[in-house]
C-alpha cells in the first residue's frame, strides 16, 4: 500500500527534505536565482508583502520552496532582494549629483520623477511603498536598504554641516511626493505636468543639499 503524503499508511512516511532539494527535481541552472527574484518581485508587487509567501513565490517560479530557502534565507531577505532590483535605477543618484553642485536640485527633482513616471519602474516601486507603509518587518527592510545604498551615497557627495540629515530632508520631500502623486493619486499632484513640480521642487532641493 502506498503511502499517503500525511504519512498514513503501512510503511514509515518519508520524511521532507530540508534545505536544498535534489538536483534532479529542480532547474538549478545559472537563472534559477534571477527567475526566483522575478517571481519574488511579481508577487510582492501584485500581492503586497503581508499575503505574499516563500511558497507562493516557489509556486510561481516553478520551483521547490527549499530552493527560495537556499537561495534567499528568510522572507525578509528575499523582499530585501526585490527592494535592491527595484531602487537599483535610484543607485546611480550618486552620478546625477556629481561634484558640480550648481543645479542639483533641477537635476534630482527631473531624475527622480523620470524613474517614477517608467510604468516599468513604476510599477514596483509602488508595490514596495505600499508594503513599507502597512508592515513594520517590510519597512525595516526598505530604511536599512535606503540610509545604507541611498542617503550615505548623496551624503558623500556633499559640502553643507549634516549631510546626512540634509539628504535625508531632500529624500523626505520626494518620498512624499511620489506617495501623494503615485501611491494616492491625490489631485491635481496626480495630473500635473512632471516639469512644472520640477519647476517648483528643485529650489528647494537646492537649498536642502547645498545651502550652509
Known sequence: MTDSPGGTGTGPAAPRRRGRPPRASVDTGPGTRERILAAARAEFS???????????????????????H???????????????VDFEPALTLSAVLGHDLDGVGERLARYFLSVWENPATRTPLIAVIRSALTHEAAAKVLRGFVLRRLLERVAADLKVPDPRFRAELAASHMIGIAIMRYVLEVEPLASADPESIVELVAPTLQRYLTEA
Request: no cysteine.
Open 46 to 68: 501584485d500581492r503586497g508583502y503581508d499575503k505574499t509567501s516563500m511558497r507562493g513565490i516557489a509556486k510561481a517560479a516553478g520551483v521547490d520552496a527549499a530552493l527560495v
Open 70 to 84: 537556499h537561495y534567499f534565507g528568510t522572507k525578509d531577505e528575499v523582499f530585501a532582494a526585490a527592494v535592491e
